[in-house]
């Protein structure tokens, strides 16, 4: 061999050499661990049951008197009533320490009854809205996965993150009374979605917890058939992807804690 065959050849072997120490020193290298699956880290013990609701309740009437209510001097005589219901139970079960899946149920309820209103645009530009009538009722079912990370190694605050995919069902109507005359529009409708749900958990006593979450993540399907006067069909779908917190739509609730099996 020559010499520069010779040469080349302890290039090599000093370089695979170099290599071998070099990834020897790699692996003896701990592994970052975040603990999150450390039994000093649990937040919730496996075998929980987890049980909670969140609840709406409002009404309003308007007008009750002679003359009825006047706003901004636009809308005059108002009267009617407004009322709302919302009511969400949710029930869970931890499969492991921190995780849980269960599924959530919801019920909306609106009611919007005018029974006298008038817009008034000017001296001779006024809109009679009264017996104006409107309903919804939404029925909702959702699986649901969450997991806990306990804030620095609390046992009573924790964030946690939920996956839920579900659908809804609603129907809703919409009519007039003119004399006997009653024209009405009737809508069904249906919606899939799929989203990420973080917040936040704080126990209060050793087992009723208050839980704060938000919107962050969506994916929604939603499709409408509308039919009016009993005779004209319509419809309409729509479909999109949220990636952004939805502020207005922050959620208050209570979950009670339950042992069921150690």
Known sequence: KTLSQLFLMKKVFIAALLLLVSASGFARQPKFDRGLGDASNTFVPKGTLALGASMAYHHASVGEGDNGYEFLGLLTGVKGQYTTLNFSPAAFYFVAPNTAIGARFGYDSKIFDIDGAS????????????NHYAQSLGYAGTLAMRNYVPLFGSKIFAMYSEVRVG???????????????KNGTFS????????V???????VTNDLAIEVG????????????????QSFTSSMSNQGTTFKPNILGVQFSVMYYIQVKR
């Open 214 to 229: 938000v919107s962050m993540f969506e994916c929604t399907y939603s499709y409408t058939k509308q039919t009016k006067n």
């Open 167 to 181: 659908g809804t069902k609603t129907q809703s109507k919409t009519y007039s009374l003119d004399g006997n005359e």
């Open 119 to 130: 817009l008034s645009l000017g001296e001779s530009l006024d809109m009679d809205l009264s």
């Open 188 to 195: 069904d409708g249906y919606s899939v979605v799929f989203g």
């Open 197 to 203: 749900y973080p917040g936040l958990t704080a126990f």
